[in-house]
C-alpha cells in the first residue's frame, strides 16, 4: 500500500477548492467588518490581507472555470497554509478564530499529497501556529498559555492528517477492488464475445457443409436422371445406329460431367470451404459446351435454339462451373416455356463472355428479380421445392467474378443474361 493518493484524487476537482476559499476569504471579511475588536488594532494590514486573499482566490477561480490550472494544487495549498497562519497572527495568535480554517488547509493537503504529505503539512501548518501564537498573542496570555495552544492544535492537525490517510487508505481499496471487478468483468465480457464469435464461424462452417450437401443433391439429379434413363434405353435396345452412338457420348460425357462434381465435393471435405470447390480451367469450345448443355438439360431437339459467336470461339475456364451455371439456366428456361424453343446464345469478345438463355415462359412478378436468386426462394409452380438452382447459380457466378441479370423479355418471358471475364487459351 503506497502513501500517496489515489490518482483520481491526486486530480481533486479544483473547483470545490476554489468555492471554499472564496467562501473562507468572504467569512473573514465579514467577520472583520461586524467585529472589528478581531482586528487587535491592525485593520488597515488585515484589510489588504483579505483584499489580496481574494484577488489570489479570484484569479484561481477564473483559471479553474476556464478549465486551466494556474498553480499546482500543492503550491495553492502551501500559500493558503501562510495565509491562514498570517491571518492567525495579526488576530489574536493563540486566542484567534481564524485558526478554524487550518483543518482545511490539512485536509486540502491530505487529500492532494497523500497520507504522508498530509500529516508533514499538519505537522509543519501546527509549527506555524504555534509561532504565530507566540509572536501574536496578546499580553493577557501567558506564554504557558500560547505554547500549550500550539502544541494542542499541532495534535489536532496532525490526528485530522491521520483521519484523512485512513481515509485515503479505504478509498484506495475500494478503488482497487472496483478495478479489479471492472477488469474481471472486461475480461468474462471477452471471453463471451469470443465464444459468441466461435459459435458462429461453427454454425456457419456447419451451414456450409449443409449447403454443400444440397449443392450436390441439387447438382446431381440431373446427369444421373440422364445416366439412368440413357443406360435404360441402350440396354432395353430401344436405340441402335446413330440414337445408340449418340446415347454412348452422352453417357461419356455425363460420366465426365459427375467425376468433375465429385472433384468439387473433395475441394469441400478437405478446404471446409465454398460448396463450389476448387477452379479448375482449361480450354473448352463454346459450341461443345453449347450442345453438351442443351443435351444436359434433356431438351428436345425441336426445342433447340442454340447460337455461338464466332462459331469456332474457345475460351479457357473451368467447364464444370460453365456448365453448372448454363444446364441450370437452361432447364429452367426449358421448365418454364412449354413446348416454346429454348434459346441459348453464347457471344465472345474482347475477352468477356455474354451467355443470355431466352425463353417465353411467365417470366418473373415485378420485384422479383433480385429475390429469386436467394437460396431456398422458390416462385411459381416451383413453390415447395429446395429452391437451390438459382442461388447455385448466383454463387458460381460470384465465384468466377461474373454478373447474372434476370430481365423481362419484350413479347413475354424472360433472358437470364450472364456476362463472365473469360480469357483465350
Same mark, same amino acid.
Not at 167 to 173: A, D, N, S
Not at 178 to 190: G, T
Given at each position: 500500500m503506497t502513501n500517496d493518493a489515489p490518482a483520481g484524487l491526486q486530480r481533486i476537482?479544483?473547483?470545490?477548492?476554489?468555492?471554499?476559499?472564496?467562501?473562507?476569504?468572504?467569512?473573514?471579511?465579514?467577520?472583520?467588518?461586524?467585529?472589528?475588536?478581531?482586528?487587535?488594532?491592525?485593520?488597515?494590514?488585515?484589510?489588504?490581507?483579505?483584499?489580496?486573499?481574494?484577488?489570489?482566490?479570484?484569479?484561481?477561480?477564473?483559471?479553474?472555470?476556464?478549465?486551466?490550472?494556474?498553480?499546482?494544487?500543492?503550491?495553492?495549498?502551501?500559500?493558503?497554509?501562510?495565509?491562514?497562519?498570517?491571518?492567525?497572527?495579526?488576530?489574536?495568535?493563540?486566542?484567534?478564530?481564524?485558526?478554524?480554517?487550518?483543518?482545511?488547509?490539512?485536509?486540502?493537503?491530505? %487529500?492532494?499529497?497523500?497520507?504522508?504529505?498530509?500529516?508533514?503539512?499538519? %505537522?509543519?501548518?501546527?509549527?506555524?501556529?504555534?509561532?504565530?501564537?507566540?509572536?501574536?498573542?496578546?499580553?493577557?496570555?501567558?506564554?504557558?498559555?500560547?505554547?500549550?495552544?500550539?502544541?494542542?492544535?499541532?495534535?489536532?492537525?496532525?490526528?485530522?492528517?491521520?483521519?484523512?490517510?485512513?481515509?485515503?487508505?479505504?478509498?484506495?481499496?475500494?478503488?482497487?477492488?472496483?478495478?479489479?471487478?471492472?477488469?474481471?468483468?472486461?475480461?468474462?465480457?471477452?471471453?463471451?464475445?469470443?465464444?459468441?464469435?466461435?459459435?458462429?464461424?461453427?454454425?456457419?462452417?456447419?451451414?456450409?457443409?449443409?449447403?454443400?450437401?444440397?449443392?450436390?443433391?441439387?447438382?446431381?439429379?440431373?446427369?444421373?436422371?440422364?445416366?439412368?434413363?440413357?443406360?435404360?434405353?441402350l440396354a432395353a435396345g430401344r436405340l441402335t445406329g446413330p440414337a445408340a452412338a449418340t446415347a454412348t457420348r452422352l453417357l461419356a460425357e455425363h460420366a465426365v460431367h459427375l467425376r468433375d462434381m465429385l472433384d468439387g465435393l473433395a475441394d469441400v471435405a478437405v478446404q471446409e470451404g465454398s460448396p463450389l470447390g476448387r477452379v479448375r480451367e482449361r480450354p473448352v469450345r463454346l459450341e461443345e459446351l453449347a450442345d453438351a448443355v442443351l443435351d444436359a438439360a434433356a431438351v428436345e431437339p425441336t426445342r433447340r435454339a442454340p447460337s455461338v459467336t464466332p462459331p469456332d470461339a474457345v475460351v479457357r475456364c473451368d467447364p464444370q462451373r460453365l456448365r453448372r451455371v448454363l444446364t441450370n439456366l437452361v432447364e429452367n428456361a426449358a421448365r418454364h416455356s412449354g413446348n416454346a424453343p429454348v434459346e441459348l446464345d453464347l457471344r465472345y469478345t474482347d475477352g468477356r463472355l455474354v451467355v443470355e438463355v431466352r425463353d417465353r415462359g411467365p417470366g418473373l412478378p415485378p420485384g422479383q428479380a433480385g429475390i429469386v436468386t436467394a437460396k431456398g426462394v422458390a416462385l411459381g409452380d416451383r413453390q415447395g421445392t429446395a429452391g437451390l438452382g438459382l442461388w447455385i447459380v448466383e454463387s458460381l457466378v460470384a465465384s468466377m467474378d461474373g454478373e447474372l441479370r434476370l430481365l423481362p423479355r419484350e413479347g413475354g418471358g424472360l433472358v437470364a443474361h450472364l456476362n463472365l471475364p473469360l480469357p483465350t487459351p
Open positions: 476537482e479544483e473547483r470545490p477548492a476554489v468555492v471554499i476559499r472564496l467562501l473562507v476569504v468572504g467569512a473573514v471579511g465579514l467577520a472583520l467588518v461586524f467585529e472589528p475588536r478581531l482586528a487587535q488594532g491592525r485593520a488597515a494590514l488585515l484589510a489588504g490581507l483579505v483584499v489580496a486573499a481574494l484577488v489570489y482566490a479570484l484569479v484561481l477561480g477564473v483559471a479553474s472555470w476556464r478549465g486551466g490550472r494556474l498553480l499546482p494544487p500543492r503550491v495553492a495549498t502551501a500559500i493558503d497554509a501562510v495565509l491562514a497562519l498570517v491571518a492567525c497572527g495579526l488576530t489574536g495568535g493563540a486566542t484567534s478564530v481564524m485558526v478554524a480554517i487550518l483543518p482545511l488547509v490539512v485536509i486540502a493537503g491530505a %487529500l492532494r499529497g497523500g497520507a504522508v504529505i498530509g500529516r508533514l503539512t499538519a %505537522l509543519a501548518v501546527g509549527a506555524g501556529f504555534t509561532v504565530a501564537a507566540v509572536a501574536g498573542s496578546g499580553p493577557e496570555v501567558g506564554s504557558a498559555q500560547r505554547w500549550l495552544t500550539g502544541a494542542w492544535w499541532t495534535g489536532y492537525l496532525v490526528a485530522a492528517a491521520v483521519l484523512v490517510g485512513i481515509l485515503l487508505r479505504m478509498l484506495e481499496r475500494q478503488f482497487g477492488a472496483a478495478a479489479e471487478e471492472s477488469a474481471r468483468a472486461m475480461a468474462e465480457h471477452e471471453a463471451f464475445l469470443e465464444e459468441r464469435d466461435l459459435r458462429s464461424r461453427l454454425l456457419a462452417a456447419q451451414d456450409a457443409r449443409m449447403d454443400g450437401v444440397r449443392v450436390v443433391l441439387h447438382e446431381f439429379r440431373t446427369p444421373v436422371a440422364s445416366l439412368t434413363a440413357l443406360a435404360t434405353d
